[in-house]
């Protein structure tokens, strides 16, 4: 396959000989090699880079950014690995945002696909369809206790919209609580829910308060999830009637920067949130489908929502997300007419229950904990080298390593974040970045991420920051 950086012919040295020298000592060039992947994507024959970008900027609005200083044009993409328009191959750990758990172009994905598409697209959710049933009987078996009901939607944002909405319906009371830092859509109820001010437009977002964040590394209780969820208490007894509606979290915040909550606070805040006769809503709308390593992040807290939203990981690309609740709940929206045009659309499932399956066959959920954890602990080895790393955190394939000029300050290093991302994408590696300062790396790679792919992020890293 095709080296990235180097300038000088390399012998067929074993990868694990590779890392034991992430660059030569002589001339400082960054010599290790991608691990070896057997495919070859097809020539590209489409608009240049600077053709797409010029559209971009006539036709598509401003607010769409791209990253990096010089844009990548993505053509192809297999498995863990993405390709540019010249054939270069790149190492992708942030799957489309968390999307991709599957890999690019898993084969037993995209059969079913296209056989389905082949035979019948979309036929309303008013008529019988197999696919419809079939993926929602798969998802309710990977929930615990009563949540079997599904309602499938096309985004995240609309699925934690509606788990909202069945809040207040259910319980009779509007106010919602969400967590500082927190992320869950653009719309206006979503939009009030997350807790940060650059997602949030000056529109009219009434409702919802927003609790400390039990951020282990930069909140003002530490570790201690007890008194984040004393904070809660008071929140609640000082800032709503008394009584919500319901309680909506990530188990660890993506967008806010791959955020672990205090260990213990979920746990307290269910039992908070229950006497105050809220609903407990689990956004797993990036922490979920095994990326965790177990299949929900909410599982590692001991904690059985009474909500659950979802989206990115359920569809491997395809528009597609889901609120799985009890039956009880779900009997709110039979009070009116309750339709979604395309959720549930017959392609769109069949690509679901396809990912599920893969998970399964290809023991994903185990690969993102093994692999995942071992990744985490090479970049634990690699903030003991490089004084710029303040923090590293997550679970399974779900990481961040934060980055700070003066760890005592925790001054965030955003400039040097936006540097070092360049420099491993001219190294063949792509990560994406979060937290409110722009100064989180946000890892998530496909769930058929390897050891060995690890191994090269981290040298890539390694090196990028030693020359900063």
């Not at 969820?229 to 993506?254: C, P, S």
């Not at 290093?413 to 063949?428: N, S, V, Y």
């Amino acid at each position: 396959m095709q080296r990235f950086a180097s300038t000088r012919p390399v012998q067929n040295i074993p990868i694990s000989l590779w890392r034991r020298c992430m660059y030569t000592t002589s001339s400082d060039e960054f010599l290790v090699r991608l691990p070896s992947f057997e495919y070859t994507p097809p020539s590209y024959t489409g608009p240049s880079s600077d053709v797409i970008l010029n559209k971009r900027k006539e036709f598509l609005s401003s607010s769409m950014s791209c990253l990096y200083k010089k844009p990548l044009n993505i053509v192809d993409g297999k498995m863990q690995y993405l390709f540019d328009e010249r054939g270069r191959r790149y190492l992708d750990a942030f799957a489309g945002i968390a999307v991709v758990n599957c890999g690019h172009c898993h084969p037993d994905v995209v059969k079913p696909v296209i056989d389905q598409i082949k035979r019948l697209q979309h036929p309303t959710t008013l008529y019988l369809n197999h696919a419809i049933a079939d993926f929602s009987e798969a998802l309710a078996s990977k929930l615990p206790g009563d949540l079997k009901v599904v309602f499938f939607t096309n985004s995240g944002t609309e699925a934690n919209e509606l788990a909202l909405m069945m809040a207040k319906l259910f319980t009779g009371h509007q106010d919602i609580v969400s967590i500082r830092n927190g992320y869950h859509g653009n719309a206006v109820g979503t939009m009030g829910a997350t807790g940060q001010s650059m997602w949030k437009f000056s529109v009219v977002q009434t409702g919802t308060h927003h609790a400390l964040n039990p951020d282990p590394y930069r909140g003002v209780f530490g570790s201690d999830g007890d008194k984040y969820a004393r904070e809660l208490q008071d929140l609640i007894q000082y800032g709503t009637t008394g009584h919500i509606a319901g309680f909506v979290f990530e188990a660890i915040q993506g967008v806010g920067g791959i955020v672990e909550l205090a260990p213990g606070y979920l746990s307290a805040a269910y039992d908070i949130v229950k006497k105050a006769g809220g609903l407990f809503i689990a956004d797993e709308v990036q922490s979920g489908f095994a990326r965790t390593g177990d299949f929900w992040g909410f599982e590692a807290h001991n904690v059985v929502p009474d909500i659950v939203t979802m989206a990115k990981g359920i569809g491997n690309g395809f528009p597609l997300g889901a609120v799985v609740t009890t039956p009880e709940i779900a009997g709110v929206l039979t009070r009116r007419c309750y339709f979604n045009t395309f959720g549930g659309n017959a392609v769109a499932t069949t690509a679901g229950l396809a990912v599920l399956n893969v998970i399964e066959k290809d023991k994903l959920q185990e690969n993102a904990s093994m692999v995942g954890t071992y990744l985490k602990g090479k970049l634990n080895q690699l903030k003991e080298k490089h004084e710029i790393i303040g923090d590293v955190r997550g679970r399974g394939l779900m990481l961040g390593v934060e980055l700070v000029s003066d760890r005592k300050l925790k001054t965030p290093a955003t400039g040097e974040t936006l540097h070092i991302m360049d420099q491993m994408k001219d190294l063949g590696v792509l990560v994406g970045k979060g937290g409110y300062f722009g100064n989180v790396f946000r890892i998530t790679p496909p769930l058929c991420f390897t050891k060995d792919d690890a191994d090269y992020l981290v040298e890539a890293m390694d090196y990028s920051m030693s020359k900063l």
